[in-house]
């Protein structure tokens, strides 16, 4: 891109190693601490190398159907990303293309509906749920995933739709292509990054959401940060085994992040709108 | 505009989906707000108008929360939109390992929220934690990370920066990505510097998704619960005190329309912040166009 400079790579290194550990060293206490007894979490010095245990994990998997629980987490993420991504693709792309009055306005109260605390919405939430006949099941959070995580993703996804070239989008309507068409064959390969993005954050909302899992969810339905928060009773936290609980629940968002990262590379810039 | 008419189809799903999900939950706490009604009292639930919104306004411990949070979500956002900026700007220039670094450098949004903070709340121990042990060693002192109450406002700041710089990091690098070559390739060659590429291209350009960063972080800041209630739950004394943390007591408590009626100032709180920030940033543009 720029001139290459002899100097770069070891400045990348200074300005990364200070981030890293920064951003490392927690996960990385946290990832020991499941390998470890309680006591030796506060060992002085502390214990950089040790030998490890995995009776914290023993104790997780088999005091909780934490299958159970996964598979529920599982389901629930993906459902709200596939959710929040459809949603949001086709409204982000509406906002970004098709103006009217009020169009503004709109697009801003969007965004409203994501700035309520979360603790004010549970109460009426609830009794919403009630009448559809929804708590304790899946569609039930679904519903309320979707729900916090399409703000983000429309606006996320306007801002990335919005510089896709339109003059090949209108001619590919000219030939005869669908509006439907164009989004899904000009504008999402070019804006795969955004949608990458939107996809984790969705994902993520449904995976660490606390509140209205316990709320919303009784036996069928609970996902992993309830189980999680059970961890922390009324006699302290269990340390082993909630950083165990953790590593568990952390480990398919790294395989997620690993897999869409192939789509976040630099985006088809379609060489035909060149000038 | 390309697909005209037809624009409405896209919108209507979503919009219909979200306005009828969100809408009357929001519409059924505002009514809640306007009532008396306390839990333990279900007898006595009296309709008051705005005088739960009377009360929040001249209570000085809520002013107090509203001063807290606001230099929170403050601090918080400007660290990370700085950090975020620099990371995806590092990011976009190709070098080794890229790939594991890229993971690596988000893992911290892949922790529960609960976990993370209660796994900081060791390293931060005042006589026991890793942090200290160090620093102690390195002649450094102990410094109540937590129980201070200038310290604490800080450490829940860094915290708080520490699981969502990926966040501001991952939105922006995004955005990077999808910024034609072409533009840099041409301004290279008239002989732009790094900094005037940066200055002239990126910003413009990438303007809206870093004020879209900055927006859901400062909403979501201000919004914060999970951290600060296991970090210092408020404390020392009301040094961290932030306005969910008071609604969450109100709830506790059983206050229903207060509570609630913290919950709606909230609302109202935050788009203002919201509508602010976009009109400082979006307007001025506009008008240079």
Request: charged share 10%; net charge positive.
């Amino acid at each position: 891109m720029r001139r290459p400079s002899r100097l770069r790579a070891p400045l990348t290194a200074v300005a990364m190693l200070p981030v890293l550990a920064w951003t490392l060293f927690p996960i990385y206490w946290i990832t020991t601490a499941s390998f470890k007894t309680e006591l030796s979490l506060y060992a002085r010095p502390p214990q950089w190398f040790f030998t490890p245990i995995i009776d914290n994990y023993a104790r997780v998997l088999t005091n909780i159907p934490f299958a159970q629980y996964l598979k529920n987490s599982l389901v629930v993420a993906i459902g709200t990303t596939l959710g929040s991504l459809v949603l949001g693709m086709l409204a982000g792309y509406g906002f970004a293309r098709y103006r009217f009055r009020f169009s503004e306005a709109v697009r801003f109260l969007v965004l409203v509906m994501r700035m309520a605390p979360r603790a004010v919405l549970v109460v009426p939430y609830y009794l919403l749920m009630q009448r559809m006949g929804l708590l304790d099941t899946y569609t039930g959070l679904l519903i309320a995933y979707v729900s916090f995580a399409l703000p983000f993703s429309i606006w996320l996804l306007i801002g990335f739709f919005v510089d896709a070239p339109v003059d090949v989008e209108e001619a590919a309507l000219i030939d005869g292509c669908s509006p439907l068409g164009v989004l899904l064959r000009i504008v999402i390969p070019i804006a795969a990054p955004g949608l990458v993005v939107a996809a984790i954050f969705s994902f993520l909302v449904a995976w660490n959401e606390f509140l209205f899992a316990l709320i919303l969810s009784g036996v069928e339905a609970k996902t992993l940060p309830v189980v999680i928060a059970g961890l922390n009773t009324d006699a302290g936290p269990l340390y082993g085994e909630m950083s165990a609980a953790a590593v568990m629940v952390m480990l398919p968002n790294v395989v997620m992040t690993v897999v869409l990262q192939r789509y976040l590379v630099k985006g088809l810039t379609l060489g035909a709108v060149k000038g | 505009m390309a697909i005209g008419g037809a624009g409405r189809w896209f919108l209507l799903p979503g919009l219909i989906f979200l306005f009828v999900i969100d809408l009357i939950p929001l519409l059924y706490s505002a009514w809640i707000s306007l009532f008396n009604w306390w839990l333990i009292r279900p007898r006595d639930i009296r309709f008051v108008g705005l005088a739960n919104y009377v009360r929040l306004a001249g209570d000085p411990e809520f002013t107090r929360a509203v001063v807290v949070t606001t230099l929170f979500t403050t601090g918080a956002v400007v660290l990370e939109f700085l950090a975020g900026l620099g990371l995806a700007l590092l990011f976009a220039q190709p070098f080794r390992f890229l790939r594991t670094l890229r993971v690596l450098i988000l893992l911290p949004l892949f922790v529960v929220p609960v976990v993370g903070a209660t796994m900081w709340r060791v390293i931060f121990h005042p006589e026991m934690g890793v942090l200290n042990y160090y620093l102690a060693a390195l002649g450094l002192g102990r410094p109540p990370w937590l129980s201070d109450p200038k310290l604490a406002l800080v450490s829940i700041t860094l915290v708080d920066a520490w699981r969502t710089i990926p966040f501001m990091f991952l939105v922006i690098y995004a955005g990077l990505e999808v910024l034609p070559p072409e533009l840099f390739e041409a301004a290279a060659v008239d002989g732009a510097s790094g900094w005037q590429s940066f200055r002239y291209i990126t910003v413009p350009l990438l303007t809206y998704i870093m004020l879209l960063a900055v927006l859901i972080r400062a909403m979501d800041a201000f919004r914060e619960f999970d951290i600060i209630f296991v970090l210092t739950g408020g404390g020392p004394g009301t040094a961290t005190q932030t306005i969910q943390l008071l609604n969450y007591r109100a709830f506790g408590l059983g206050h229903m329309g207060e509570a609630n009626a913290i919950g709606i100032v909230t609302l109202i709180l935050v788009a203002l912040m919201c509508w602010v920030l976009l009109r400082a940033v979006l307007r001025p543009r506009a008008a240079a166009r």
